[in-house]
């Protein structure tokens, strides 16, 4: 990883550029940085890095309707491009929302990555409803949270696994029964589910499906191409890719403005201190909550 100048382009059609307050990372942009996503993003390297951010927009191309230049916005790069670790960032308008005045610039760059995948999981392809029961591997991680808070806003209840030390917050997101994961054989745990979602990747998906009810639903965040072909022949299996539409923004958005969405923030660094944060979280560095860079 390396800093350096760039030209920004002007948006085109259907696209805006954002002057980037804050930038949130994510584990996919080390997965990028790795060259994992070369089947989406393309073989050529160097390239930019960073999904999520919140800022201002600076201009837009033609037929754009969702923001104008002055508006306060959070939102996503696209994947093939990246980009929102630099001081501005062109994406589509599809891919932000108006940031609520109430919901700083910090917490705001915490929600798209994270809400959305948690969006298309629980709501999309989970089609939550009250009453359904929702179990979350790995409820204090920034998707786990988001899924969890997703779940509750739609009248689920939501048990839970993370480790002894997070148990806490995880009762503060509303999580009941509460298992840790290191001490807790949750293949034995004797209960059954609407939803399953192994929002931390480490849940064998066999472990998972076994965890389901009869009608239930089990939701991958690690998709692979053997889970996608699994998927073929097990409808209860169901691969998640993180895939941004207005009206998920908009519901981000509106969730955020009333109190019920909202992520831990963790450790905040200035840009020119961005790449040794970055290696430290991709080495394992815990900072409980998410980690931002100020640019």
Not at 95 to 106: L, Q
Not at 108 to 125: M, Q
Not at 184 to 195: F, R, V
Request: glycine share 12%; aromatic share 6%; net charge positive.
């Amino acid at each position: 990883m390396r800093l350096e100048e760039f030209e920004a382009g002007s948006p085109q059609r259907g696209q805006v550029k954002v002057k980037v307050k804050f930038a949130a990372i994510n584990p996919i942009d080390w997965r990028l940085r790795k060259g994992e996503l070369k089947m989406i993003t393309g073989k050529s390297f160097p390239r930019a890095m960073g999904s999520d951010f919140a800022g201002t927009v600076v201009s837009v191309g033609e037929g754009v309707t969702r923001c104008k230049p002055g508006d306060a916005v959070f939102g996503l790069a696209r994947l093939k491009e990246s980009g929102a670790l630099g001081e501005v960032v062109v994406t589509t308008e599809n891919f932000v929302a108006r940031k609520p005045d109430a919901v700083s610039f910090e917490a705001a760059s915490c929600l798209g990555t994270p809400g959305v995948t948690a969006w298309n999981g629980i709501v999309e392809k989970g089609r939550v409803k009250s009453g359904h029961r929702v179990f979350i591997n790995g409820c204090v991680g920034a998707v786990g949270a988001a899924a969890v808070q997703i779940a509750r806003m739609h009248g689920a209840t939501v048990a839970g696994s993370c480790s002894g030390e997070s148990v806490q917050y995880a009762k503060e997101l509303g999580v009941y029964p509460i298992f840790d994961y290191r001490s807790t054989d949750l293949a034995a745990i004797g209960e059954h589910y609407d939803i399953v979602y192994d929002a931390a990747g480490t849940l064998p998906v066999t472990v998972g499906l076994n965890l389901l009810s009869p009608d239930g639903v089990y939701l991958d965040i690690v998709p692979t191409p053997m889970k996608f072909l699994r998927a073929l022949f097990n409808r209860k299996l169901k691969p998640i890719i993180c895939t941004p539409k207005p009206l998920i923004m908009d519901e981000l958005s509106s969730a955020a403005a009333s109190g019920k969405l909202g992520l831990r923030l963790g450790k905040t660094v200035t840009l020119d201190r961005a790449i040794g944060f970055i290696a430290s979280l991709e080495n394992g560095q815990k900072i409980n909550g998410k980690g931002l860079v100020e640019v």
